[in-house]
């Protein structure tokens, strides 16, 4: 986090091979990769292993519409906690999930979910404090999430 606030540019180096250089931005906002992008933000990435269908990729309690020329290729899905959107009454789109875990971290809340056997966290405001084991629904926010290639770790963008 320090180097994101202090630098022009960053490098992410892997056990001293370099994964990334770039601006800070884009480290965040653009991985080159599943480390980067699991590495870079606090709480990690969520990533899920997907599937791709017809017409939407399907990764653990999120679904997705595919960018072209995907096919073949096994997928994760990456969502940072910030995206991924609660619904807390439990009505709405997106998946149900469980609430684990409530992380309460001052100026925010950590909901730690369970959505069938994945754990997905999800950052929140810092009154949004449900019990645990209330049922709630989640969803990725729109356009907001990343595809994996599942072998070589790649970020495939748009």
Do not use: C
């Not at 992380?103 to 009154?127: D, K, M, Y």
């Amino acid at each position: 986090m320090e180097a994101l606030t202090l630098s022009d540019r960053v490098a992410v180096l892997r056990d001293g091979v370099v994964q990334q250089v770039a601006t800070p931005d884009g480290v965040y906002g653009r991985p080159g990769n599943r480390f980067v992008a699991t590495f870079i933000g606090s709480p990690a990435m969520n990533v899920v292993p997907a599937l791709l269908g017809e017409d939407l990729v399907r990764a653990g309690p999120f679904a997705v519409k595919p960018a072209a020329g995907l096919g073949g290729r096994r997928l994760e899905l990456g969502v940072r906690p910030e995206h991924v959107l609660v619904a807390l009454d439990g009505s709405g789109p997106g998946a149900p999930a469980e609430v684990q875990l409530v992380e309460v971290a001052g100026s925010e809340t950590f909901l730690h979910l369970a959505a069938g056997p994945h754990t997905i966290v999800a950052r929140a405001g810092p009154l949004t404090r449900p019990p645990v084991g209330a049922r709630v629904r989640i969803a990725p926010a729109p356009d907001r999430h990343f595809l994996l290639d599942a072998d070589s770790g790649a970020t495939l963008h748009p």
